[in-house]
Every structure is written in structure tokens, then in C-alpha cells.
């Protein structure tokens, strides 16, 4: 029984490129979040999706970040135009329900390097 | 919105020793969760606390639930070096918010 999938482990982009994190979620898991990381520094909520839907992007950069959840495939989460305060972990993880009522599973993360 | 504050943000202990880290919301939480972070790993979620007073114990863990549903903490008795990483403490808040708001985390190091 696989738990999150997340990939690449480690991403390095040029400042300007696009960078594309995946993460497919545990079987029978429908709900999908994406946290961030800096190091020393807690996570911090980006966005909360369900199969096709985005449910909370609170968290999200208005500008340059976007996730998605299609029906079929990996929830997405693209970064274009990369700058050097990208760079971070960024955490995927996901619950049987909604909200913060269920324990998360997450990913082993992608660390994305910008140089 | 919502704040999540989680102290203290180092503690280094002798192996054997016990240990404690403490949290606390800004707001009334619906439940409170905790997770253990490994140095370079993931956070593994270790335990939900949902009613007002609640206590729960994982061996040699124990994690207690303030009566206001606004605190909280973990405490772990005569600890080993497995007990190295991180802990966060992550709040959710339910109405009508669907953020699980985590604190800053207390990373633990474990002196042999």
C-alpha cells in the first residue's frame, strides 16, 4: 500500500524556468494539500484540492503559482518563473476527508533549488 | 488568522531525561494534531486530540488537550536517541476554514 508519491525528490531550476511538483495521493485518498517549508521553519498551508476542484488557495502567491488536481493523474503543483525565494521543501499531503478532521500522510517532499 | 505558537523552539537534553514541548492557539481549536519530522524526512502524523481535557498516551509519548481547546502539549518520559527531530503541533479550527495551521515546531536533540 504506497503511501504519498511525490517526484522529483530535488529539483534545480534557473531563475526564470518553470518547476512542476507531483504528487499523487494514497490509494483511496481523495483530499490533496500542499505545504511548504523553509528551513528551521514550520509548514505553511498552500493550497487544499479535491479530484478537479480547489478547495482553499489561501496560501498561495497570487502570481507565478497555480495547482491543479485533475480527474485522472497527479495533483500538479507549477511554479513559473522561478526566483531565488522559491527555493524550499515543498510538501504534498493527503487525507481520506476534508479539512483538518483526519490525520495527513505526507510525502517525501520535493527540494526545489533555484540557482 | 489564525496563529499557532509552539514553544520552546530548540531543547537538547541528556539521553534518559524527559522532555516537553508546549502549544498554543490564537483561537478555539476543533482539534489539535501532532506530527515528528526526522532530520531530512517528512512529517509523520503521531496523534489527534479532539475533546476538551483529553489525554493520550503512545508509550512513552503522552500528549494532553487544554480545557479551553487552546493548548496544548507532548510530553515524552526518559528519552532516547530515536527521539531526535522535530514536533509540530497543527491546529484546525473547522468553521468554515479548512487549513490545518501548523506552529513553528521544537526540535528535539537527544545527547547520548
Known amino acids: 500500500n504506497a503511501g504519498v508519491m511525490q517526484n522529483p525528490r530535488h529539483l534545480v531550476r534557473r531563475r526564470g524556468q518553470e518547476a512542476r511538483l507531483r504528487c499523487s495521493p494514497m490509494k483511496g485518498h481523495s483530499h490533496v494539500y500542499w505545504y511548504r517549508q523553509l528551513p528551521e521553519e514550520g509548514l505553511k498551508f498552500m493550497v487544499y484540492?479535491?479530484?478537479?476542484?480547489?478547495?482553499?488557495e489561501s496560501g498561495m502567491p497570487k502570481e507565478r503559482f497555480s495547482a491543479e488536481f485533475p480527474k485522472e493523474g497527479p495533483s500538479i503543483l507549477r511554479i513559473q518563473q522561478v526566483v531565488r525565494g522559491d527555493s524550499a521543501a515543498y510538501f504534498c499531503?493527503?487525507?481520506?476527508?476534508?479539512?483538518?478532521?483526519?490525520?495527513?500522510?505526507f510525502g517525501s517532499g520535493t527540494r526545489l533549488t533555484v540557482v | 488568522g489564525q496563529q499557532v505558537m509552539q514553544i520552546p523552539q530548540y531543547q537538547h537534553v541528556q539521553e534518559g531525561e524527559d522532555f516537553t514541548t508546549y502549544c498554543n492557539s490564537s483561537t478555539t481549536l476543533s482539534n489539535i494534531q501532532w506530527y515528528k519530522q526526522r532530520p531530512g524526512g517528512h512529517p509523520v502524523f503521531l496523534i489527534q486530540?479532539?475533546?476538551?481535557?483529553e489525554v493520550k498516551k503512545q508509550k512513552r509519548l503522552t500528549f494532553q488537550f487544554g480545557e479551553a481547546k487552546k493548548n496544548s502539549s507532548l510530553h515524552i518520559t526518559a528519552t532516547q536517541t530515536t527521539d531526535v527531530g522535530t514536533y509540530f503541533c497543527a491546529g484546525f479550527s473547522g468553521a468554515g476554514s479548512y487549513q490545518l495551521t501548523f506552529g513553528k515546531g521544537t526540535k528535539l536533540s537527544v545527547i547520548p
Open positions: 486530540l479532539v475533546k476538551s481535557g
Open positions: 484540492l479535491q479530484k478537479e476542484n480547489i478547495i482553499d
Open positions: 499531503a493527503s487525507s481520506p476527508g476534508g479539512g483538518g478532521n483526519y490525520g495527513y500522510t
